[in-house]
């Protein structure tokens, strides 16, 4: 049996407060990617709800449970086609208010993921920053890591869900104009530095001022580009992944001569800044 999986990106447009209309998308790409024999499926960023909200209590209006209703519906088409979906909405907890992504699957809800880095942009700027660590969940034969958006500006978010064991890393987002570096960098990047796949999911469309670029990308373990996506059009896109690939991390241009391992060869014991907390405040003073 072929350890090798099809999965579906949708860079699409979704209307803001209008889950009926948006869920109603969803699940129709969801079916023409089981269509195409993809097993899992990625929605952008707050596909569910909408982004570019103006206040706390207006995001809330549209903020649901995790699991709650979408998770439900889109559980049940996960069900009826045997396949996985990842898909982004604003999470209602108590009074705590979360940008998240839901993980589903044939058996329902698998687990979600709230995004830790938060923007100085639309319902980013009033909700709360993810509390929980990072995980990574096994398909049966692909293992998952989730981050969302402004998390991919991280190394460190990719890296630890390498270690935990990542073949796969998704990125729902809601790139902007402003963020086409982003678009046009992150996925090569973030592939080659940890040899995983990875696959970021851009919205299309206007809203509240913004306009999202599309351009959702995805990379092998090598850092080759896989699939670039249209700008400003939504898209339906597919590619192919070996997990088996990625989970080799040792590189043999020349046995014994030429080899390299971004992953087992790193230098932890040196590298206790990135995790003292202290805020950067401009370079460093090596002198005595």
């Known amino acids: 049996m072929s350890s090798k999986w099809i999965v579906a990106g949708v860079q699409m447009n979704c209307v803001l407060a209008d889950k009926p209309a948006n869920?109603?998308?969803?699940?129709?790409?969801?079916?023409?990617?089981?269509?195409r024999g993809a097993k899992l499926v990625v929605f952008p960023e707050c596909a569910l709800t909408g982004y570019g909200f103006d206040s706390r209590s207006q995001a809330a209006t549209v903020a649901e449970p995790v699991p709650g209703p979408a998770v439900e519906t889109m559980g049940?088409?996960?069900?009826?086609?045997?396949?996985?979906?990842?898909f982004g909405l604003l999470e209602s907890a108590g009074d705590r208010l979360?940008?998240?992504?839901?993980?589903?699957?044939p058996n329902g809800f698998v687990a979600s993921y709230r995004k830790i880095h938060l923007p100085c942009l639309g319902a980013d700027r009033f909700i709360d920053p993810g509390d929980r660590p990072f995980a990574v969940h096994d398909l049966g034969g692909l293992k998952l890591g989730m981050n969302i958006c402004f998390d991919g500006s991280y190394p460190e978010s990719a890296r630890i869900l390498t270690l935990l064991g990542a073949d796969l890393v998704v990125l729902p987002t809601n790139w902007a104009s402003g963020?086409?570096?982003?678009?046009?960098?992150?996925?090569?990047?973030?592939?080659w530095e940890n040899h995983i796949y990875y696959l970021a999911v851009n919205r299309v469309g206007d809203e509240s001022g913004f306009h999202y670029i599309g351009l959702s990308s995805a990379a092998d373990y090598l850092g080759n580009i896989l699939h670039f996506?249209?700008?400003?059009?939504?898209?339906?896109?597919?590619?192919?992944i070996d997990p088996t690939a990625a989970a080799q991390k040792r590189v043999v241009h020349c046995h014994g001569s030429y080899e390299i391992d971004r992953v087992n060869w790193r230098r932890p014991d040196l590298y206790g800044l990135l995790v003292a907390g202290e805020p950067f405040k401009g370079h460093f003073n090596h002198s005595r």
């Open 98 to 105: 979360f940008n998240a992504c839901a993980l589903v699957g």
């Open 23 to 35: 869920l109603a998308v969803m699940t129709r790409k969801l079916g023409e990617a089981a269509d």
């Open 179 to 191: 963020a086409r570096k982003m678009a046009e960098l992150v996925s090569a990047a973030r592939a």
């Open 229 to 240: 996506a249209r700008e400003d059009a939504e898209e339906l896109f597919i590619i192919e």
């Open 76 to 86: 049940r088409e996960c069900a009826r086609r045997g396949m996985w979906a990842v």
